[in-house]
């Protein structure tokens, strides 16, 4: 009997299941066939809008727009549902979209910018993420599409279009480079990538070219010291360079270009998204080959250059948001500057064998004087958030090594960089007006080179800790206090303490008043041609002192409506007080190298205005300018005081970028440009004497980008549009290898007119 009841209810289940299977099956498919799907696009009054948020917040269905603005949405249930857009910055949009069965509606969404919440995220200032106008410090942000304005292959010539920020060549053969800011020397500009120090002494002087436009999603500066969080080099500023993320990239990203300079760039970027793990490799490929002598000094103009990138960023998702990432980049550069005529066969010598008959003598030929320089490098980065749920607790930790062979003339220059760092945060918020965050720091750092300013490899060790609080005494009032312990072996004890206070009367009036220190210890890294040649020794006479800055900055922002816009305005006053100075003397004894600190001191004042404006008709106008006097007051032999001002800072400077989009021909115009004042220049004694002081000069480009498809668009652009070009930045180019050849008089563009066409694909699979 039970046997029979077992058999019933089995067959009595099966068919139960079997009913309610095709239920489900027909259910199923009833359902497919009353849904339909959207496409579409979301864009503002200057054109398309990226990462805005696209939903049927009744029916729980939505996305996100892609780098083109573009969103797809599927199995829409039929009938009229309202559709919802919203980013920050922008007023919340609504639209009633009707979903016909079996069919894609098209739906376009423009945004209306909102003065009062326009606003970013940030995280280099404070070291957690904070709207710009909730942070205390004072943050610029340049996005990716800023950049993308003025197209370019690397971060060096990225920033020329930021206020403020004057990238300046150092040598005009083969382009070495750094970044001033506010008039200050590179060295002291302290450059992160992704929160952690990674371009740093060696691998500043050829770092910046080797970032290439493609891995920036966008880059954070703080202007004036920032030693507090970040401690050793962070003397004038910071500049974060914040690399893509994953989920907020096309899956395949294809963007290349070329010039009538024969310069050609190819950016190549795929990821893959999973609900564990995210990935971006990014591979960059550049090569410039062609020598062109414009100016008739009988060398290339401008560094020639093969580089090759890759990089790949890992983030792995954990519950409740906890942060775990990693982030791998190799690159390697072959880059060359020289007389005509020059190649690898002159490499490192002042004579060339052509070639040796038996029983003749060796028939030589004078060589070629050039500037090669091998680069390989090799980074990591990496974030792990332990699972904490009521606060923060990070470590973060990176570590690069740099490779350089290279020959100057006739004279190697081989040098080796590694930086370990780790850094162990708790981010702490006790109530919703204070929060504090404490860091326990260790940078470790190996550099050995072939000249006599490192006769034994040096190493520099530097654990630190550091500690702010943020008090948000009212909805108007928030003060910020921090300091800094590192200990180094050559200056002991270092301390660096910040105070910030942000007075914010309404949502549109944001005043801010930052004070602080940074500091530099030591560095024997030297890449002075001065340095490379001789048997010189080393001679530190003092025990040397930590280089050391103190500014003081007022800031001032306002949003202002004006009839069909609105115009955002940030004014900036700033004071540095520069001690310490790390200077190498070459001149008092031919043997020597002598290290010591500088008796005077440097000053670096001035103001900085940023205006954009805004409409909502297609057309933005930003523009910047900065005005300083940067100077250094030494001491004579008697004792008596001098004043002298800081080679290569202009005493005025400004950026431009008028943007204007014909939505009908769906091709946005940019016209940009950058104009540096005159500005003092290396001296040269008879017969090799140059001006002082070099002549007012605007560098400007347009650029015209047509969308074609979702997918694709062309661009085509005219760098340095109206052909200016300094003279000759050599001295003595007809004798290269001898004492009087010098390549530092440079001051502005080498490179003359060029066009440059280019393309980018752009494919999301969520949008199509």
């Known amino acids: 009997m039970s046997t029979f009841r077992a058999i019933y209810r089995t067959r009595f289940n099966f068919k139960v299941f079997s009913f309610f299977s095709l239920i489900s099956i027909f259910g199923g498919n009833l359902t497919v066939a009353q849904t339909g799907s959207v496409k579409g696009k979301v864009e503002t009054s200057t054109g398309s809008a990226e990462f805005v948020n696209v939903e049927f917040t009744a029916l729980k269905i939505g996305t996100v727009s892609d780098f083109n603005g573009y969103f797809y949405l599927e199995n829409v249930p039929e009938g009229r549902h309202s559709l919802r857009a919203y980013a920050v910055g922008y007023d919340t949009i609504s639209v009633l979209v009707n979903i016909k069965k079996d069919s894609i509606s098209n739906v376009e969404v423009l945004l209306k910018e909102n003065i009062a919440e326009m606003n970013e995220v940030v995280v280099t200032g404070t070291m957690k993420e904070s709207y710009i106008t909730d942070s205390p410090i004072k943050v610029e942000v340049y996005s990716q599409k800023f950049f993308q304005k003025n197209k370019s292959a690397n971060l060096f010539e990225n920033l020329n279009m930021v206020n403020g920020v004057q990238p300046q060549l150092n040598c005009g053969v083969c ?27 060696l691998s500043t002087v050829y770092g910046f070219s080797s970032i290439p436009s493609s891995l920036i999603q966008r880059v954070e500066i703080v202007k004036g010291p920032s030693s507090t969080l970040y401690g050793s080099e962070a003397v004038a500023g910071v500049i974060n360079i914040i690399t893509k993320d994953p989920e907020h990239t096309p899956s395949i990203l294809i963007d290349a270009f070329g010039t009538s300079h024969n310069e050609k760039n190819l950016d190549l970027s795929t990821k893959i998204s999973g609900k564990k793990v995210s990935s971006l490799l990014s591979i960059n490929y550049f090569n410039s080959n062609k020598p062109i002598d414009k100016n008739g000094d009988g060398f290339t103009d401008f560094a020639l250059s093969n580089r090759f990138s890759i990089f790949n960023k890992i983030v792995f998702h954990r519950k409740n948001n906890f942060l775990s990432n990693l982030a791998l980049r190799y690159y390697q550069e072959d880059r060359w500057g020289g ?9 490192g010598s002042k004579d060339t064998m052509l070639y040796q008959v038996e029983g003749q003598d060796t028939i030589i030929k004078k060589g070629l004087y050039g500037e090669s320089i091998y680069t390989k490098r090799v980074e990591l980065i990496g974030t792990y958030q332990l699972p ?81 609080n943020e008090f948000k005494l009212t909805e108007k009032h928030t003060i910020l206090l921090g300091t800094r312990y590192d200990y180094n072996k050559e200056h002991g004890n270092i301390i ?16 801010r008043l930052t004070a602080g220190n940074g500091f530099r210890v030591v560095n024997l890294f030297t890449e002075d041609h001065a340095a490379l040649t ?10 040397l002192k930590p280089e050391r800055s103190l ?28 001690t310490n100075k790390i200077f190498p003397d070459y001149d008092t004894d031919p043997n020597k190298i002598i290290y010591g600190n500088l008796a005077g001191y440097a000053i670096s004042k001035g103001f900085s205005l940023n205006n954009e404006l805004q409409f909502t008709y297609p057309i933005r106008i930003m523009t910047g300018i900065t005005l300083m006097d940067v100077y250094e007051i030494n001491k004579n032999s008697d004792g008596t005081k001098y004043k002298e001002a800081q080679v290569f800072a202009p005493k005025f400077s400004g950026t431009y970028t008028l943007s204007w989009t014909l939505r009908k021909i769906k091709t946005t115009i940019d016209y940009s440009g950058r104009v540096n004042g005159p500005m003092r220049l290396p001296e040269f004694s008879e017969p090799f004497a140059r001006p002082t002081y070099s002549k007012l000069y605007a560098l400007q480009n347009i650029q015209f980008n047509t969308e074609i498809s979702k997918a694709l668009q062309i661009y085509v652009a005219v760098k340095n549009l109206f052909n200016y070009t300094q003279p000759s930045p050599l001295i003595n180019p007809a004798a290269p290898f001898s004492s009087t050849f010098d390549t530092s008089y440079i001051y502005g563009p080498t490179q003359n007119i060029r066009l440059m066409i280019g393309f980018r694909y752009q494919f999301d699979k969520k949008a199509f």
């Open 551 to 578: 500014n003081v900055n007022l800031s001032f922002n306002k949003f202002t409506e004006i009839g069909k816009g609105f115009l955002i305005t940030d004014l900036s006053g700033f004071y540095t007080y520069f």
């Open 339 to 347: 007389q005509n005529g020059w190649s690898k066969k002159y490499r």
């Open 534 to 543: 001789g048997s010189r020794k080393v001679e530190i006479r003092e025990k």
């Open 388 to 468: 904490i749920k009521k606060e923060t607790i990070k470590i973060q930790y990176s570590a690069n090594y740099h490779n350089q062979n290279s020959f100057y003339g006739a004279t190697p220059y081989n040098a080796i960089q590694s930086v370990g760092f780790i850094n162990l945060l708790w981010d702490k918020q006790w109530s919703v007006r204070n929060n504090s965050i404490v860091g326990l720091s260790s940078r470790y750092t190996l550099y050995d080179d072939n000249t006599p300013a490192t006769a034994t490899s040096s190493r520099v060790f530097l654990p630190g800790i550091f500690a702010q």
């Open 175 to 201: 382009n070495t480079g750094d970044i001033h800011i506010n008039g200050m020397e590179g060295p002291y500009t302290f450059v992160l990538i992704d929160g952690m120090p990674i371009v740093s002494s």
């Open 496 to 511: 660096s303490p910040r105070v910030s206070y942000k007075f914010q009367p309404n949502k549109n009036n944001t005043f």
